[in-house]
């Protein structure tokens, strides 16, 4: 890695709490001496399986909560079995072997569009994740409380527990917001290499993905494969100058590019997009993100997401691909094991939302609705290797 390992420091953090610097000193410290979450040898071994996503040898499916929540660890079990069944599903259509990746084990945190939110027709800070705060309304409950960085790191250390006993097959990745976290349980191994010991894969979002911040700065410092998300306002010379920065040698597997830019914007955005990368010779992954395009708020008042939407923008990034004939190298939903009511469609309406609305942040596929999307995707792959083989 070419970046210095403390230049992220130097530069402008996007979405970092307002931690108080004596607290957030104590846990940093106490959580550099902790046990790794993840080891470099599976770090490695995920990079060498998304080469083969890179290259159309393999497929990714990457799914779970939008925001883990403290206390969940028995849900775990649902969530890796409805993934590993979207697996078998895709993997059946594609004939390659599928990649199964969860946002879980660290997915504590979540950047927030505006500082505050409207509670009970009170103005509060906005919830951060309980990696950062709290859903109260109560004092103190949306101040930035380090010591929760510890616990999420003991419930992230549980969970990991549970994907080795019932689907050791799983890797595990989530969103690296928050940089005192990770650098605090970066570790170097015996050739001198960086890996966020966090998880497998960690991603940057949309909103911290700015080339001169203090995320890709730090992202450039690691050996794990790393992914970016990009939204509909990304062009093609961002898209190429992130590559630079977090993939200079091309190494295959390094980089995913997750792409959610909504069923409405994909066949106008996402062609010049794949086009340009694909013409400068970078080894990328394409991952369809289809949900956070298509959020929208329902009549009752809940944020929610139309199944028919991410279906729409899942069914155009596979034709994008097709007609420039690149690889579509998998996909990247937020679901759950769980019977709930927060996407419309498959059977829930809007009048369905309040009966089973139980994310804290963005809405979920239920296990329907999740395996449903899989069927369908399943479908359009399989006519692509029919194709390919005609």
Known sequence: MTEPAASWRTRIAHQRPQWPKRELGVVVDRLATAPALVAPRECDALTERLAGVAEGRAFLVQGGDCAERLGEIPAVRGKLRLLREMARII??????????????????????????????????????????????????DRRPDPARLHRIYEASR??????????????????????????????TDEQGRRYASSGHLLWIGDRTRQLDGAHVAWFATVANPIAVKLGPATTPEQALALIDRLDPDRRPGRLTFVVRLGARRVRDLLPELVAKVTASGAPVSWVCDPMHGNTFAAPTGHKTRRLADIMAETAAFVEVHRALGTQVGGLHVEMTGENVTECVGGGVGFADLPRRYESACDPRLNRGQALELAAALADLLKQGVRDATD
């Open 91 to 140: 993997a059946y259509a594609v004939r390659v072997p599928v990649v199964p990746v969860g946002r879980m084990a660290g997915q504590y945190a979540k950047p927030r569009s505006r500082p505050t939110e409207t509670v009970a027709g009170r103005t509060l800070p906005a919830y951060r994740g309980d990696a950062v705060n709290g859903t109260g309304c109560g004092p103190g």
């Open 158 to 187: 549980a969970t990991r527990g549970v994907m080795r006993t019932y689907a050791p097959e799983v890797y595990a990745s989530h969103e690296g917001l928050l940089l005192d976290y990770e650098e605090a349980l970066t570790r």
